[in-house]
Every structure is written in C-alpha cells, then in structure tokens.
C-alpha cells in the first residue's frame, strides 16, 4: 500500500475522488477528520488499481496501558462484498505494525451483512460486542434516519411527536446556522459541560471544539441552537456530507428539560435536510442494547429510537487483532 502524500495536491484529490466514488464511504474516514485529530502519528494509507485508488483507510497510532496499536475509524473504506480485499488490507497493515512495534490492530469497518463468528475464522482475530462511551470505544450500530416530507412525523413514535409539539407550543425557538460567526462557542461548551457531568463521560477540552470548527471545511459545517427566552437549552454541531445530516455533538441545559428543546432542534434539522434534498440524518452510534436499562446511555438510545422507528443499522463490530497471536494464512 501507499501513504496519501500531503504535500501532492493531486494526491489528495485522488482521495477525496475515491470516497465520493465509494458505496462504503464514512466521515470518519476523510481528510477533514484525519487533519482534525491531533494524534502525533497518523497516516492514510491506500491501494491503487489503475491508476484509481481500489481502497485505503484512515490510520491513527494510539497508545493504551503503555502499549501503541493502529485503529482505523468506521473503516477501512472498502468493497465488503469483496473479502479478500479487506484481507489484503489487514495483511499491509500488519506488516507495518509489525515493523514499528506495535501489538494491536484495530479497525471498525461497516460490515453489517457477515456473522461475526466467521469474520473471527478468517482473520484469527477477537471481535468486539460491547461497546461503551465511557471507555473511548466506537459504536456497533447506527441511527440513520431516511428523510421523507410527505411521511417524517408520522414515521415517529407518539410521545416524540408530542414532545415536539409541546416544545413549539411552550415558545422554545430554533436557530439553524451555517455562519461560524454567528456560534457561539461558549454557550456550547457550558451545556456540554452539563451534558457530560449528567451522563458521566470525560469531556473533551474547550480547544477541541475550537480545533474542530477550524479544521473542518467550512462548507460542511451546520450548528442548531433551541432556546427559552433567549437562554439557550440544546446546542449541536453538525456536518453535511454527501447525502447526509450527520449529528455529531449535542449539548443541553439541565434547565428546563420539560420544555424538550432537544426534540424540536433535532426536527427542525431534520426539516433542514429535507429542504436541503438531503436524503438521510444521521443520529449517530448506539452504546447499549434495549435490555441495558440501568446504563447511563439509555436514555439517549430511547430518544433516538423515537425518531428511528425503522430501527437501527446493526454493525459486525470492532476487528481487534493481537499480533502476539496472530499469524497470517493460519487457521
């Protein structure tokens, strides 16, 4: 495989044609989000066919309890219909791993059609189920919602469409921004604050958010605000890309949760993508199942599900391979 050269403009735009090409494209997965991330050590690496790059993947070098290992986010960006390319894949990647020291490999791809029992045959590898915020882990499953005018609400359960009512009943007002000077940050960061402290998570710094809404192209960025006579209740960052709304950060108050701000913010950015001919918004991960009741992501799992009625897209799960133990083409 190569590693994507920054420096080549025509590089970089031979990237950006292969996802927009690929059926199994992620945001997770772009150059944006690869520029985003301050890890010291990151790489794109890619395999081309042609002259067209046939698939590649986002790569950061993290380090847990003292030991490094490669994780590739929601990817690689591959055909997985085609196995033995995601195959080749993890086989280019465990030469490298190996010839830097690192013990793991670990990938998230969006394989939501094979048995997680034969991936784990094919590649002699552990293939995570459990999956939790807290513990810096990605998500198995995702809410993707399926934009429709004619039939949006209806599509929702009864208690979300009353509690979007209410919210519009009880004055709460929305505010959809695509101007970054229009956001402000501050306001964003003391709900977030709330936000984590309630649902007992590490909060990222303030600079994260900063770094975030600088790195990523601006084109791709939306914000949503809900307040109550000018006090803002629910904040969210979001992004546009390709056919998708994608929410990726939301914040709320510990005020007035009866005023279900967050239920009219997320509708009306669903008016956005609608208005917008997008076709799809994006709830983002589920951390727990529906029998995990007394985990702390519960009730984030049953607001989403109440706008994804049509359930949620179920994922293989993360591929971690221990390089101690692994050898390739053995059984």
């Known amino acids: 495989m190569k590693t994507l050269n920054f420096n080549k403009v025509e590089d970089l735009k031979k990237y950006n044609d292969f996802l927009r090409r690929s059926h199994y494209y992620d945001f997770f997965q772009t150059i ?73 490999l670990k990938l998230d791809p969006k394989i939501s059609t094979i048995k997680r029992e034969d991936l784990e045959k094919l590649f002699i590898c552990n293939i995570n ?53 229009k956001i402000n940050l501050n306001e964003f960061y003391n709900l977030y604050l709330e936000t984590s402290a309630r649902h007992n998570f590490k909060p990222y710094p303030k600079e994260y958010f900063e770094n975030f809404i600088n790195k990523i192209d601006k084109d791709k960025l939306i914000f949503c605000k809900a307040s109550y006579k000018n006090e803002p209740l629910f904040i969210s960052i979001n992004i546009k890309y390709r056919e998708k709304i994608i929410s990726l950060y939301g914040a709320r108050s510990n005020k007035m949760s009866n005023l279900k701000a967050s239920y009219l913010a997320d509708y009306e950015m ?14 983002g991960g589920i951390y727990c199942k529906d029998n995990q009741v007394n985990h702390g992501d519960y009730g984030l799992l049953k607001y989403k599900q109440g706008f994804c009625t049509s359930g949620f897209t179920n994922y293989v799960g993360e591929i971690i391979i221990d390089l101690k133990n692994y050898k390739r083409g053995e059984k």
Request: aromatic share 18%.
């Open 32 to 104: 944006d989000w690869f520029l985003f991330k301050s890890v010291e050590e990151k790489y794109i690496f890619y395999k081309e066919d042609g002259g067209k790059i046939k698939f590649g993947g986002v790569i950061f070098v993290l380090e847990k309890a003292g030991t490094k290992y490669l994780y590739c986010p929601r990817g690689p960006v591959i055909n997985y219909n085609n196995l033995s390319e995601l195959k080749e894949f993890i086989g280019e990647l465990e030469i490298f791993a190996r010839k830097k020291g690192y013990r793991y």
């Open 129 to 181: 189920e459990q999956y939790d915020t807290q513990k810096d882990s990605s998500c198995d499953a995702l809410l993707l919602l399926d934009v429709d005018a004619e039939t949006i609400l209806k599509r929702f359960k009864k208690k979300t469409r009353y509690n979007i009512k209410l919210a519009k009943e009880k004055g709460v007002k929305t505010d959809i921004y695509i101007d970054l000077n």
């Open 270 to 283: 669903i008016n956005y993508a609608i208005n917008n001919n997008y076709k799809y918004y994006d709830f």
